[in-house]
């Protein structure tokens, strides 16, 4: 749960998505585990180890929420590797921002990965990984200076300009748009009422996250948040003498609902 300080906590649904893309066996996977501070992505020497694109949802500061993409290499060869080359582009279509993982000399690759990224519009920072073992780092961010982005010297494995390369990213990401769910809906009561079916694939006693986040949202916004499940709905609503400005609830059960709720919620 966020610190109430800190203002509403973002919904899941408009977290920042950020790819990392580059050539086969540059360190993207052990660049996703330097920016998380564990290991959630598989690494390894032999090339081609991420073969598909992998989704890494965490908190990132000073980011905030943010869904990680770690995608196969663009420079994967054979029908096969192709295949894994057109995922990771349509990955790519789902990218607020990106970061370009080399350790080279820019190459067809890099003009090819940067013309995808501008073409759709995502800001990216180019990200010169194993500084700690490359003596010609400081000459390769020179010649990936015409590309006009913000170039990162950084040793993904050892932990070097990481923050520095986060601090970067979070210049480059669009604004964060607030969205509510319901703080717009509420009126002078402040009231809502949330009608939960009881979800029998959920833990017991446990709400699952929409509902949790809604009921955040309310109260951050300074409302009063009603829980209630449908054969308990009308008793509820006489009980608040019906001084509700919006009742909310799930698909599964929103006829029913609709029967007991008046026409003037």
Do not use: C, W
């Amino acid at each position: 749960m966020n610190n109430p300080n800190e203002g509403p906590m973002p919904h899941t649904a408009f977290r920042k998505h950020i790819a990392i893309v580059g050539r086969r066996n540059v360190g993207k996977s052990s660049l996703i585990n330097a920016i998380a501070g564990q290991d959630i992505a598989l690494v390894s020497d032999v090339p081609g180890t991420t073969t598909d694109p992998v989704y890494k949802t965490l908190e990132v500061k000073p980011l905030g929420p943010v869904t990680l993409i770690d995608t196969p290499g663009l420079d994967d060869e054979g029908l096969l590797g192709q295949k894994r080359v057109e995922r990771s582009i349509r990955a790519l279509y789902k990218a607020d921002a990106a970061i370009l993982v080399v350790d080279g000399k820019p190459g067809p690759f890099e003009d090819f990965i940067v013309s995808l990224l501008r073409n759709q519009s995502i800001p990216f920072v180019i990200a010169v990984n194993k500084s700690d073992v490359t003596e010609e780092a400081k000459m390769l961010a020179k010649d990936y200076e015409p590309f006009s982005v913000p170039v990162v010297e950084v040793a993904a494995i050892k932990g070097k300009n990481i923050s520095e390369l986060i601090q970067v990213l979070s210049s480059l990401l669009p604004d964060e748009e607030e969205k509510p769910l319901l703080a717009h809906l509420l009126g002078q009561n402040k009231t809502a009422v949330l009608v939960i079916p009881v979800d029998k694939a959920a833990p017991k006693g446990r709400l699952i996250m929409p509902q949790v986040e809604a009921i955040r949202e309310i109260i951050d916004h300074g409302g009063i948040a009603v829980v209630t499940r449908p054969p308990e709905l009308k008793e509820t609503l006489g009980k608040l003498h019906y001084n509700v400005d919006i009742v909310v609830t799930d698909s599964q059960v929103i006829m029913d609902v609709d029967k007991v709720v008046p026409p003037q919620i």
